[in-house]
C-alpha cells in the first residue's frame, strides 16, 4: 500500500465519521434518526411503514429518511412510489462507530 493510498483511506474513515458524529450527535431529532436506522437494519421499509412501525407521521419520517440519504448513511431502492429504504454501504462499514454514538446519544 501506498503512503497517498493511505492517507486517503484515513481521511476517509475521517469523513465517514464526522458524517455520522453530524447525523447522531449534531442534529436535533436525532433519536428519531437512530430509531429509523435502527428499522431499518431489521428489514427495508418504505417510508409508509417506517412512519406506521415508529407511530410518528410520514412527513416527519420522511423529513428523517431524506436527511440520511443526503448523508449516504441509507439507500433508495425502486421508484418514488413505494420505494424501500435499507442501510448503505457507508452505515454498515461503520457500524462499530454508529453503535458508539447511538450510546452516546442514549446517555443524554
Same mark, same amino acid.
Given at each position: 500500500?501506498?503512503?497517498? =493510498?493511505?492517507?486517503?483511506?484515513? /481521511?476517509?474513515?475521517?469523513? !465517514?465519521?464526522?458524517?455520522?458524529?453530524?447525523?447522531?450527535?449534531?442534529?436535533?431529532?436525532?433519536?428519531?434518526?437512530?430509531?429509523?436506522?435502527?428499522?431499518?437494519?431489521?428489514?427495508?421499509?418504505?417510508? !409508509?411503514?417506517?412512519?406506521?412501525? %415508529?407511530?410518528?407521521?410520514?412527513?416527519?419520517?420522511?423529513?428523517?429518511?431524506?436527511?440520511? %440519504?443526503?448523508?449516504?448513511?441509507?439507500?433508495?431502492?425502486?421508484? !418514488?412510489?413505494?420505494?424501500?429504504?435499507?442501510?448503505?454501504?457507508?452505515?454498515?462499514? /461503520?457500524?462499530?462507530?454508529? !453503535? =458508539?454514538?447511538?450510546?452516546?446519544?442514549?446517555?443524554?
Amino acid at each position: 500500500m501506498t503512503i497517498s =493510498k493511505t492517507i486517503i483511506e484515513k /481521511n476517509s474513515v475521517k469523513k !465517514n465519521h464526522e458524517t455520522l458524529n453530524t447525523i447522531i450527535l449534531g442534529k436535533k431529532g436525532a433519536e428519531t434518526t437512530v430509531r429509523i436506522i435502527d428499522l431499518l437494519f431489521k428489514r427495508p421499509l418504505n417510508i !409508509n411503514q417506517i412512519a406506521e412501525q %415508529l407511530g410518528m407521521h410520514y412527513n416527519t419520517a420522511s423529513y428523517h429518511v431524506n436527511l440520511l %440519504l443526503e448523508s449516504k448513511l441509507i439507500k433508495k431502492e425502486g421508484g !418514488n412510489y413505494g420505494a424501500i429504504y435499507l442501510p448503505a454501504k457507508l452505515l454498515k462499514e /461503520n457500524i462499530h462507530t454508529y !453503535n =458508539k454514538l447511538k450510546a452516546e446519544l442514549l446517555k443524554k
